[in-house]
């Protein structure tokens, strides 16, 4: 999929008619409690959407989007969802997909910032941080919007670097963990990178209450190249990142990795070069409900690896094309593909595939919506 510039004024008018004349596009036969996933995707006529799909992978509401959506956050405590623009993008979308009926809400970040694709709620569900570009400064910040009313923006927090991606809350909701890819895009070029040559991608903690940055580790330079894009916490509070190599093929080095506020980055050393069998490129992460085990997807690659978190071994390999979507869910992880192929990986090691939908190309990233 391409992203696509669109203009800003237009785009709110033309995405807010849209999106009222789809609020009631849950299907007739399905109450809205039954959506069990969330995920961005591109339906079969080349627009975009977002879907929501109950537990046996079936789309129980598709709702239109103006142009490439990325990441769904979601708020266990209120129920609510929210879906971020492809970065650099000027919107977000508010579902309550468990409310009934409730129309979707369109906002925006203010003129002189882009949203970066992903965001994170506080644990009561009241604040919504998300990653975003001050594209007169080019430097990264993190957008504060009150989420108990019509997301207005309320303040804002450096992310201590260049284009933060996706961010965690860690230690009960005060800490914040930011990937920062370490270069600059903007609406105008898409995703074209900005200074390559000059990339610092870093990873950052940060408190969120005070704007204190806590900690806050570099890679070394010949590893610069490396953006830190995406993130996930086991059980021991340990942040494991997976990266995607900017520099040359022929030098791709491990993708994978692990910091904490007290210990340096490591890059994951499995017993083989894995960064060249993952094309250098991770599409996600995600983390077992119990914090043992991390899932990469490797879309290029078609590969999607377990890993045991404690020990820092390859526990299995999952081979799904163009599969990047991952959501932990009670008996493993649910894997998501950009030919509609929904996959699920069970903690005994076997695959089933949940669902085919063939005229639908999911997104990146598939969220479980936990019970509220």
């Known amino acids: ?37 969330a995920s961005a995707c591109r339906i079969e006529d080349g627009s975009y959407a977002i879907a929501f799909l109950d537990a046996g992978g079936r789309i129980v509401a598709e709702h239109p989007v103006a142009s490439r959506a990325h990441d769904v956050a979601w708020s266990r405590g209120t129920g609510v969802a929210v879906a971020f623009a492809r970065q650099p993008g000027r919107y977000a979308v508010a579902f309550s997909p468990r409310a009934g009926g409730r129309e979707p809400l369109l906002f925006a970040p203010p003129d002189n910032r882009a949203f970066f694709g992903h965001g994170v709620f506080t644990p009561d569900g009241r604040l919504l941080y998300a990653t975003e570009n001050d594209l007169d400064a080019g430097t990264g910040c993190i957008g504060i919007y009150d989420a108990g009313g019509s997301f207005a923006r309320v303040g804002e927090l450096p992310s201590g670097g260049i284009g933060p991606h996706e961010l965690l809350l860690l230690d009960e909701g005060r800490k914040l963990a930011i990937a920062n890819g370490g270069y600059e895009t903007l609406p105008e070029t898409g995703r074209q990178p900005i200074d390559i040559a000059g990339m610092r991608p870093s990873l950052v903690f940060l408190d969120r209450l005070t704007g204190d940055i806590k900690a806050k580790h570099e890679l070394p330079e010949t590893l610069r190249p490396l ?39 490591r890059l994951l050393q499995a017993g083989r070069p894995l960064g060249p069998l993952l094309k250098g490129y991770i599409g996600s992460v995600a983390m077992s409900h119990d914090g043992a085990t991390l899932a990469v997807a490797a879309p290029r690659a078609g590969r999607t690896l377990l890993i045991d978190t404690d020990a820092g071994t390859l526990r299995a390999e999952v081979e799904l094309a163009d599969g990047c979507g991952i959501a932990a869910t009670g008996d493993g992880f649910v894997l998501s ?31 479980w919506l936990a019970a509220v």
């Not at 903690?347 to 639908?360: E, K, M, V």
Request: a negative charge; hydrophobic letters at 40%; charged letters at 20%.
């Open 1 to 37: 999929m391409s992203s696509m510039g669109i203009d800003r004024r237009h785009f709110l008018v033309g995405s807010v008619v849209t999106l009222a004349a789809c609020s009631r596009s849950w299907a007739a036969d399905a109450a809205p409690s039954a959506a069990t996933f």
């Open 227 to 265: 953006s830190i894009r995406h993130l996930a916490a086991d059980r021991r509070g340990i942040v494991w990142f997976g990266g995607q190599w900017e520099g040359s093929p022929d030098a791709t080095p491990e993708i994978v990795g692990s910091a904490s506020p007290d210990r340096p980055l």
């Open 337 to 367: 593909s950009g030919h509609g192929r929904l996959l699920t990986h069970h903690d005994n090691g076997s695959d089933t595939t949940l669902a085919d939908l063939p005229g639908t190309a999911f997104d990146n990233h598939l969220r």
